[in-house]
């Protein structure tokens, strides 16, 4: 049974990098059939895309990130990893990594997220 | 602002049916069917619950359902039960930039 799992430091500074990674176990993050992906949701709010990354390395981010967003992938150790730089107070989050569907049309698109990890909370707090 | 609009909560009693809209535009629930749902207990992940606009993943209650009507999806859930109380989020495909856009959430509250 496919499971993903976050992990990282749980208190980061403001202004600083954010690192997270979400490492895939019971499954290949090289199959060709699945994107994968990080979202967020900072406490008692809404859920926000972050990006998506293929196994070949394709990132899709969102625009309102992008400028701060870094997503990877680590075959050889089936872990996806994300960076997000120069965070403030308004990053404090819950983040999560899931498995992303992927459409059976051409161009291929961006579909249903239908597993996701546990989520690891990030406080940036000085 | 989300991209999406739910409404921000709904109630019905055990046993009754209620629904959940998600209003976009035809840049994303309108131009595809690439609409999903997740169900979200407190302090737990996402699950879920349809994508497709109508297809249930294998293990979730057939008492879940979606649809469609032009610009809104709905989300509608029979035989109400207690653990069904959760918040609700819709998604969809998009044309326009990001790819992936949510609603903001419906919480459900089964009285």
């Known amino acids: 049974q496919l499971q993903l799992q976050e992990s990282g430091p749980g208190l980061v500074k403001p202004s600083e990098t954010l690192s997270l990674t979400c490492t895939v176990s019971?499954?290949?993050?090289?199959?060709?059939?699945?994107?994968w992906g990080w979202i967020r949701q900072p406490p008692g709010k809404g859920l926000e895309w972050i990006g998506s990354i293929y196994y070949s390395g394709s990132t899709y981010y969102n625009p309102s990130l992008k400028s701060r967003v870094t997503i990877s992938v680590d075959m050889s150790k089936n872990q996806i990893s994300l960076k997000l730089s120069s965070v403030t107070a308004a990053d404090t989050a819950v983040f999560y990594c899931?498995?992303?569907?992927?459409?059976?049309?051409?161009?291929?698109?961006?579909?249903?997220?239908?597993?996701w990890g546990q989520g690891t909370m990030v406080t940036v707090s000085s | 602002q989300s991209a999406l609009t739910q409404p921000a909560s709904v109630s019905g009693s055990p046993g009754q049916s209620i629904t959940i809209s998600c209003t976009g535009t035809?840049?994303?629930?309108?131009?595809?069917?690439?609409v999903s749902w997740y169900q979200q207990h407190p302090a737990k992940a996402p699950k879920l619950m349809i994508f497709d606009v109508s297809k249930r993943p294998s293990g979730v209650s057939n008492r879940f359902s979606g649809s469609k009507s032009g610009n809104t999806a709905s989300l509608t859930i029979s035989g109400l039960q207690a653990e069904d109380e959760a918040d609700y989020y819709c998604s969809s495909y998009t044309s326009i930039s990001t790819n992936v856009v949510f609603g903001g959430g419906t919480k459900l509250t089964v009285l």
């Open positions: 899931a498995r992303q569907l992927i459409t059976y049309d051409f161009p291929r698109k961006q579909n249903a997220f239908d597993i």
């Open positions: 035809s840049s994303d629930v309108g131009g595809y069917n690439y």
């Open positions: 019971g499954g290949s993050i090289s199959s060709s059939s699945y994107y």
